[in-house]
């Protein structure tokens, strides 16, 4: 049976090329894998194999030519002792055509975001009890390890040492070698090595001694974690967690002050929270680790020590997507999250005492991300205010800006104001540091340039 | 250039195979040869004809290291490998329909036209992908070997990559941290000579990839992978030294790539006689075939009957490529998160 072969496209982007010599001629004998033609694409000249076997019929572009467009039968080729004549060439059109009708308005766009949800985290009357974030963060795990044999940590230092900063105190002794285990320092191939677990069906916990050296395995929490359940068309994908303290601690210089909010809020197929309470701590890792997706969870060291009233039940867990509005008021939004929040707090009670009143939103997750409370609440103030310590350019305030802009731009009655930290490197010096920190007194003043005082 | 550590007398060269492999087996690595061969020629055609986009990496000339390993492997064993995949999933049983739709971008493809050549995985056959990062592959088998570690199982986990991703750093922390936990996990490094255009020689003074292992503590070697039943052999060894318990392997296989390193390589930095010489003297399903006739195992005839069959299988497979439709729009917002919908951001 003859058949015709058609102009190989040879790169991603080649539509069309020069047939620039004819390696055979008509009647020669070829086989799978003999070099048939030369051909030069916009970037090179490539060779051109043959794929089937068979004689040369007919050649039916001259070497030479060019402008060649992809899929023109160039020659014809048979079976020995076969005549072959050119078929009318057919249109060599064999580009998909399913799915060519216009896309629907509802496919073409994400699905819309659940409502605002204000039922209270615990009910009225729940017992309580006083316990720092550090402390939150163990439980949390504890509890999880004690209901699910597939969840265990890893990372540096998180078994014999109780954990850099001690988050992981007491788990060797609880859950032993197997389920709590210390890494060489390699935070590229552990990471990797979580991922792969993952895939194999365990949950884990990788934990970074902090989160800037979490960027030698940023390939993994992102191409690995958190791409593979869209590229598997959701057959496999990476539940696990991947946590440790986050931004500036204290004197701490450039390398070790990064806040990453802003980054792994970017990437679809990750979760990303910041806790700033010890009962959020608690609440969202646990969350997390049953959670079905890779999370991204960011602590703050200085956070670590500070003590709140945490739910004294048996399981306490906080949803995914929930805000916590501090305190109501209605002068002013102010949004911020992790150790943001203390800012917000203590300018907002600053400013209570000039006669304004702030509403304090906690996103708490930054991905999924509670638009509909913030909106809510900006339709009432008009006017809003985001804080952050991470980097300025492209930071979650700016988002929020924008998104706020886009949905609600008739009810502002000034421009939404960032407070984040200062576009420079975390410097060392005591006084630069806290200069390159956002603080009470940024945010007092943002809040006072919206309401126009 | 042949490969540079061969054993002087393989099974391949003398035309008698192994005593312990049968007539059946030898036909059954010349069928699953053939179909890589076949099928990524089709594919190289179909991306001529505009069909398949993007990269696109053949397999043809490394048949032999995949089909011998598998042929070591058991039920339940994982596989996890780099963007040059299609060897491994035909190999390990995944269907060629599904993995040629893939290739297409439709919706019968594995990842339903949404990974694409580069990235695909099946459940069902333990094929853990397909990944386009050189060398992401080998920490995540370290972590699927764990995984089976953990539960106390006896299963091992094949993690392929190539010699260029060997000179990766997380290739290094990988095997540090596969010995300090005897993780089963067998490192098979598929040395084609060239990572993209650039040899062996020139990315490295320490060529001998698997006698770094020895740095490691870990067990290996090298072997010729143009020979299928020296890769089964070496396979068996791997395999029984992870199901014993004593950790991770490395295999270093000898291999070599006819086609350019993606499908818009021109190839210029070697010349058509050092491909054509493997073609020609070292081609591993010339070799199976000739110790099938020779042996008196196969007639040509019984041959043209297999070549026939698998013709059929993969044309099948190019039809149903172009049949299957492009996935439904609404399958953007799909596959995002395992549990929720993605927001509108
Ligand atoms: C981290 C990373 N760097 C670079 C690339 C681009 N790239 C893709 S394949 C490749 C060559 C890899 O060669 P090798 O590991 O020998 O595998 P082979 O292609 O020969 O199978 C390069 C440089 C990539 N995909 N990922
Ligand atoms: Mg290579």
């Not at chain 2, 592959?137 to 010699?163: E, H, M």
């Amino acid at each position: 049976m003859a058949t015709e072969i058609l102009m190989p496209a040879l790169s991603p982007t080649m539509e069309e090329g020069t047939l620039a010599k004819w390696l055979v001629k008509e009647g020669d004998s070829v086989k799978s894998g003999d070099i048939l033609a030369e051909i030069e694409t916009d970037k090179a000249t490539m060779e051109f194999e043959a794929v089937d076997e068979g004689v040369i019929g007919k050649l039916l572009v001259a070497e030479g030519t060019e402008g060649v467009k992809v899929n023109t039968p160039i020659a014809i080729i048979g079976e020995a002792g076969e005549t072959m004549a050119a078929k009318a060439p057919a249109p060599a059109d064999e580009a998909p055509k399913a799915a060519e009708k216009a896309p629907a308005a509802a496919a073409a766009s994400a699905p819309a975001s659940v409502k605002v949800d204000r039922s209270p985290d615990w009910p009225d009357g729940t017992k309580m009890k006083t316990q720092t974030v550090r402390e939150a963060l163990r439980d949390a795990m504890a509890e999880e390890m004690r209901a699910d044999d597939s969840v265990f940590i890893m990372g540096e230092e998180v078994a014999e040492y109780q954990g850099a900063y001690k988050i992981t105190q007491g788990l060797l002794d609880e859950f032993g070698a197997r389920r709590v285990i210390d890494t060489p320092i390699t935070e590229h191939g552990f990471a990797g090595i979580g991922v792969g677990a993952a895939f194999g069906g365990l949950k884990p916990i990788v934990e970074f001694m902090t989160f800037n050296f979490a960027m030698q395995a940023i390939d993994h929490i992102i191409n690995s974690a958190a791409k593979t359940l869209y590229m598997s068309g959701g057959q496999m994908g990476a539940p696990m967690v991947f946590r440790g303290p986050n931004g500036a601690a204290a004197r701490v210089g450039a390398q070790h002050s990064h806040d990453y909010a802003a980054w792994y809020s970017q990437i679809p197929g990750l979760k990303v929270v910041m806790p700033y309470s010890a009962a959020d701590a608690k609440g969202l890792l646990k969350t997390a680790i049953r959670d079905p997706n890779p999370v991204v969870f960011l602590e703050n060291e200085i956070l670590y020590g500070r003590s709140f009233e945490v739910p004294d039940v048996d399981d306490f867990t906080i949803p995914f997507g929930k805000a916590k509005i501090w305190r109501e008021g209605s002068d002013v939004t102010i949004v911020s999250f992790g150790i943001g929040m203390t800012y917000a707090l203590e300018a907002a009670e600053k400013l209570a005492a000039e006669g304004i009143e702030a509403e304090v939103i906690d996103l708490r997750t930054l991905r999924p991300l509670d638009y509909d409370t913030i909106l809510e609440s900006v339709k009432k103030t008009n006017r809003c205010v985001t804080v952050e310590e991470g980097f300025p350019v492209c930071s979650i305030g700016n988002h929020l800006s924008a998104y706020i802009m886009t949905h609600a731009f008739d009810y502002l009655d000034a421009p939404v104001l960032n407070c984040t930290g200062k576009d420079v490197p975390m410097p060392y010096a005591a006084n630069l540091e806290k200069l390159a920190l956002t603080s009470v007194a940024e945010v007092i003043e943002a809040v006072k340039t919206v309401t126009y005082r | 250039m042949p490969p540079r550590k061969t054993a002087a007398t393989t099974a391949a060269a003398t035309g008698k195979p192994a005593a312990n492999v049968s007539a059946e087996d030898l036909k059954r690595y010349y069928r699953e040869m053939l179909l890589i061969r076949r099928f990524e020629e089709k594919a190289g055609q179909l991306y001529g004809m505009g069909l398949i986009g993007g990269f696109c990496h053949l397999y043809i000339g490394q048949e032999a290291v995949v089909v011998g390993l598998e042929a070591a492997a058991s039920e339940g064993d994982k596989r996890v490998t780099s963007y040059r995949d299609h060897g491994h999933m035909l190999a390990c049983g995944m269907d060629p329909k599904g993995v040629m739709a893939e290739l297409t971008g439709r919706i019968g493809g594995y990842s339903k036209g949404k990974g694409g050549s580069m990235h695909m995985f099946s459940k069902e056959k333990h094929f853990y992908g397909g990944h386009g990062i050189v060398a992401a592959q080998v920490p995540i088998g370290a972590g699927l070997a764990f995984s089976d570690k953990y539960r106390g199982n006896d299963r091992v986990t094949f993690t392929y990559f190539g010699d260029g991703a060997a000179n990766q750093g997380q290739v290094a922390e990988s095997y540090n941290m596969a010995q300090l936990w005897d993780l089963p996990v067998i490192f098979v490094i598929e040395n084609n000579q060239y990572a993209m255009g650039t040899s062996v020689k020139r990315a490295t003074k320490s060529p001998d990839f698997w006698e770094r292992g020895v740095a490691y503590g870990i067990a290996g070697e090298a072997v010729d992978g143009m020979d299928v039943l020296a890769v089964k052999a070496a396979g068996e060894k791997a395999v029984a030294h992870c199901r014993a318990g004593k950790g991770p392997y490395i295999l270093e296989v000898m291999t070599y790539r006819y086609r350019g390193h993606s499908m818009s390589d021109p190839a210029k930095y070697r010349t058509r006689e050092e491909v054509q010489e493997m073609r020609e003297k070292r081609d591993a399903i010339e070799n199976v075939r000739q110790m099938l006739l020779t042996g008196g195992h196969a007639s040509e005839d019984d041959l043209k009957k297999i070549d026939k069959e698998i013709k059929d299988i993969v044309n099948e497979a190019a039809e149903f490529s172009k049949e299957s439709p492009e996935p439904d729009l609404s399958e953007l917002w799909t596959d995002i998160y395992a549990d929720t919908a993605p927001q509108d951001a």
